[in-house]
T-cell receptor, first 111, second 121 residues
Framework: ELKVEQNPLFLSMQEGKNYTIYCNYSTTSDRLYWYRQDPGKSLESLFVLLSNGAVKQEGRLMASLDTKARLSTLHITAAVHDLSATYFCAVDKMKAGKSTFGDGTTLTVKP | GAVVSQHPSWVICKSGTSVKIECRSLDFQATTMFWYRQFPKKSLMLMATSNEGSKATYEQGVEKDKFLINHASLTLSTLTVTSAHPEDSSFYIC?????????????????FGPGTRLTVL
């Protein structure tokens, strides 16, 4: 059974600081996703990572994938309040066609 | 990006009634749709996967007779919560994968609907 673990689950940080969210998964997978969810809203797709060593960046967020370590990271650079949200990683098991989600990391950025 | 809509956005109903939630893909052909439920401050739990024209595949522990899923066309899937009870209150989210109509390019990305908040009194 594919398991996906995120840490930390809750993160409070000050504006301007950097931090990394980690996503570990238990078995070989096709691809890894990062999503953002605002309170009361649905999920917004941030990144899709397909291969070992993949790195994608959008604004202050950068995601990377190490398939050998079964680890993805979401790095936040110089956080701003607008980044406050819950971030989920999700992993597709090979050829299964469906995603398994981590528990989410709730990020609060304080001024 | 592709757009997925859900209707209604929220619904409040009495215990024992049935509620239907629609999920539509607006600019691509959704060959596969997923239904999730999410409890407050929790992660998404996959309920079922449906492929157009075939029966849905339910995850372990999800009652097929309680949560009826129909994926009759490439643009529409419905989830019916039958004889709803307060413990069915949740945030239900659909997502879709498929092929863009204009380009015929298949996308593996899941596009999520805005969600439906169900409250059963």
């Amino acid at each position: 059974e594919l398991k996906v673990e995120q840490n930390p689950l809750f993160l409070s940080m000050q504006e301007g600081k950097n931090y990394t969210i980690y996503c570990n998964y238990s078995t070989t997978s096709d691809r890894l996703y990062w999503y953002r969810q605002d309170p009361g809203k649905s999920l917004e797709s941030l990144f899709v990572l397909l291969s070992n060593g993949a790195v994608k960046q959008e604004g202050r967020l950068m995601a990377s994938l190490d398939t050998k370590a079964r680890l993805s990271t979401l790095h936040i650079t110089a956080a701003v309040h607008d980044l406050s949200a819950t971030y989920f990683c999700a992993v597709d098991k090979m050829k299964a066609g469906k995603s398994t989600f981590g528990d989410g990391t709730t990020l609060t950025v304080k001024p | 990006g592709a757009v997925v809509s859900q209707h209604p956005s929220w619904v409040i109903c009495k215990s024992g009634t049935s509620v239907k939630i629609e999920c539509r893909s607006l600019d691509f052909q959704a060959t596969t749709m997923f239904w999730y439920r999410q409890f407050p401050k929790k992660s998404l739990m996959l309920m079922a996967t449906s492929n157009e024209g075939s029966k849905a595949t339910y995850e372990q522990g999800v009652e097929k007779d309680k949560f009826l899923i129909n994926h009759a066309s490439l643009t529409l899937s419905t989830l019916t919560v039958t004889s709803a009870h307060p413990e069915d209150s949740s945030f239900y989210i659909c997502s879709a994968r498929g092929t863009y109509r204009m380009s015929l390019l298949y996308t593996d990305t899941q596009y999520f609907g805005p969600g439906t908040r169900l409250t059963v009194l």
